[in-house]
């Protein structure tokens, strides 16, 4: 079972050689390609990756510089006005060319309160005499704010009372020395900050100006800075909905800053950084149809939630919106400002830093893709140039393992599948050359392992025939044709072991060997029909189509040529137990089949001119086919090894076959046999 299981699985292999070319060379190529582009990866992402930490943080503090810088100029600009009005009192024109004349300088500022000299909150105001005079200057030639100026009409002082008014008390608060920032961008419906600075009164001054510079330098490229109090609050921001909207960012990310003993900082970190996210700003119609498909759904998902809570299926959990679950991946830069209660966060999307890498290693996959595909193509090309041959080589030696020697190869090339294909198709004709000197259905059935080398008991049908007078026709040969008398006999004989051979082949019998002009045949050693009974009609089958054959033959060869003579045989048949096997040595041996059964084939041969027929069978092939053919039953003969007279019948015609003869007197006037000779028995 073994053994047919492992011939199966050579027949049929899983794979050819060209798929495991394609295979393998597919195997380097993504493996060289792969780890090239992993490499190349890994090695231009480090030095991205650092290169884009040095340069969020160089961004971070050139914001910081900006920002300081601004700051401290508006500040002691605003103090030193403060200052000058508070210690000069100018009054009427004076106070207006001092005004102009500070505006002028200070063109970002729209505003200016300047306390009374009197403490707020120390005096009695039902005092005339105590009361505190508050100033505002008001920069009345400022022109970029969107709400505050329309077209060239003076500033609207009521938003900037309004705004003062409400300021006024937490301005008292301030202590001695502590400088507040604060956005005021929802008052104003413009970028606008209001700056909170103590004077030495204990009083605290309060400016208000644009930040505008200030945002248009924080929403640059990839990297996003912004600014925000201590608070949280956004002071700062390319976006000015989140300045409108006073948006605030995490106080956990404020306070860890703050209590950071470093001004300065880069760092990558998982967080929910709304307001630095690119795609925030870049998105904000995807967002807002986003936000308005999340609050349709929020109440639909907060009931099933809650339906499921009320059967035991985990908690009522409202939910969550996208903004406030999503974290991203950014490096991040901080730098506290040393003399403002700010901070400048400077940050970028890490997705965005590889960004352009990315892109490139997307490219390398598809280019090695591709170069993938076209060298499976070449491979696939090639591999025909070796499967297309080995294809036809295993064909033939399939064709050999059948016992077909005669293979057609044809060598197309000039290399070593060439050469093992031209050697093949000589060994193929050295086999078809040397089947004829031996039997190829036994050498096939040796070869797949059907026929073992040690000798088994079978029960088959053994057929002899010779040639009646053979000896008299080679004198008459070597009468006629001297020298050439062995050539012309050869070919005589040839021409009629090749009716044989056909005959016995048609029928499923092997021819055992040529004795002479002596055919020895059996049927059911080598092949079997399924059963004796077959086997032996198969055999008598075969002698009646020999019949004919050489009926037909001797009627085509001219009367009286000694090269063609007619041909008149006798053949003997018998069924029975023998020992089939392999005889002979290492060096030479051959299969075939001994034993008592076939020497009586051999004897019964021998008698056929006595009893003037051409074919004879024994008892026992008779008892298994009898009924299958027309037949006569001999005189009862004595032969050499057997004690009793052994029965010997003559084969006529197949049985209901009216167009031959129908009896052995016809069968003799037929073939020109004479009647049987009793005298000589």
């Not at 060319?97 to 009695?124: K, Q, Y």
């Not at 294909?421 to 059935?445: H, I, P």
Request: charged share 25%.
């Amino acid at each position: 079972m073994t053994s047919k299981s492992n011939q199966l699985a050579l027949d049929k292999p899983r794979s050819s050689i060209g798929s495991k070319l394609a295979l393998i060379i597919s195997l380097i190529i993504i493996i060289s390609l792969g780890s090239f582009t992993a490499l190349g990866y890994w090695l231009a992402g480090n030095n991205l990756r650092t290169k884009a930490a040095e340069r969020n943080l160089e961004i971070n503090l050139r914001a910081a510089m900006s920002a300081e810088t601004t700051l401290a100029n508006i500040r002691s600009g605003s103090r030193m006005i403060t200052q000058t009005i508070n210690d000069l009192r100018p009054q009427g024109s004076a106070l207006q060319r001092l005004t102009d004349s500070f505006f002028i300088e200070n063109d970002r500022i729209i505003a200016v309160f300047v306390p009374g000299r009197t403490g707020m909150t120390l005096v009695n105001r039902n005092s005339p005499s105590s009361r505190s005079i508050d100033k505002k200057l008001i920069n009345s030639s400022f022109k970029s704010l969107r709400n505050i100026l329309v077209d060239a009409a003076p500033v609207d002082k009521r938003l900037i009372d309004s705004f003062f008014n409400s300021e006024r008390d937490a301005s008292v608060r301030l202590r001695q020395g502590e400088i507040a920032l604060k956005n005021a961008s929802s008052h104003f419906g413009s970028p606008v900050l209001a700056l909170y600075f103590p004077l030495q009164n204990g009083e605290a001054g309060i400016t208000l100006f644009s930040s505008e510079g200030l945002s248009s330098n924080s929403g640059l490229g990839a990297n996003r800075s912004f600014m925000v109090n201590r608070e949280g609050e956004i002071l700062v921001h390319y976006n000015f909905d989140l300045l409108q909207n006073k948006t605030k960012i995490d106080m956990d990310i404020v306070n860890s800053i703050l209590n950071s003993s470093e001004l300065s900082k880069q760092q990558l970190v998982e967080i929910n950084f709304g307001a630095a996210q690119s795609s925030y700003i870049a998105n904000q119609k995807i967002l807002l149809y986003r936000d308005k498909i999340y609050s349709t759904a929020k109440p639909v998902i907060d009931n099933v939630f809650m339906f499921l809570a009320n059967f035991g299926f985990g908690e009522a959990k409202p939910a969550v919106k996208p903004d406030e679950a999503k974290k991203v991946s950014q490096f991040v830069a901080y730098t506290r400002l040393p003399n403002a209660p700010a901070i400048v966060i400077t940050a970028i999307e890490r997705d965005r830093v590889f960004e352009d890498i990315t892109s490139a290693l997307w490219r390398n996959i598809c280019f090695s893709i591709i170069v993938l595909i076209i060298s499976i193509v070449f491979i696939r090309l090639f591999a025909r140039t070796i499967s297309v041959p080995l294809r036809s080589l295993v064909s033939a030696t399939q064709k050999i393992e059948d016992g077909v020697f005669d293979v057609e190869l044809k060598s197309k090339s000039r290399d070593e599948i060439g050469r093992l294909t031209a050697n093949f198709k000589k060994m193929g004709c050295a086999l078809n050359t040397f089947g004829k000197f031996s039997n190829r259905e036994v050498a096939a059935k040796s070869l797949s392992g059907e026929i073992k080398p040690d000798g088994v008991s079978k029960h088959c049908t053994v057929f002899f025939s010779d040639i009646r007078e053979f000896s008299a026709r080679a004198e008459t040969f070597n009468k006629f044709f001297g020298f050439e008398a062995s050539e012309k006999i050869v070919c005589w004989l040839n021409n009629y072991f090749t009716q044989i051979i056909d005959c016995v082949e048609k029928t499923d019998g092997v021819v055992d060997k040529f004795i002479g002009s002596a055919v020895m045949a059996h049927w059911g050693a080598v092949y079997s029909a399924g059963s004796p009974r077959k086997d032996a009609f198969n055999c008598v089958k075969a002698a009646l189509m020999l019949r004919k054959e050489l009926y037909f033959l001797n009627r085509s060869r001219k009367p009286g040529d000694p090269a063609n003579p007619p041909i008149r045989i006798g053949c003997g048949i018998n069924s029975g137990m023998v020992t089939a096997g392999q005889f002979g040595s290492n060096k030479r041996a051959e299969y075939t089949v001994i034993g008592d059964n076939v020497n009586f084939a051999e004897q019964i041969k021998a008698l056929t001119s006595q009893l003037g027929a051409d074919i004879l069978i024994s008892e026992d092939t008779w008892k298994l086919v009898g009924d299958k053919f027309i037949t006569e039953e001999m005189h009862a003969v004595t032969v050499p090894g057997r004690t009793k007279p052994a029965r010997i019948f003559a084969v006529v015609n197949f049985e209901g076959d009216p167009k031959g003869p129908q009896s052995l007197d016809e069968v003799r006037s037929l073939l020109g046999i004479e009647a049987e000779d009793l005298e000589s028995l």
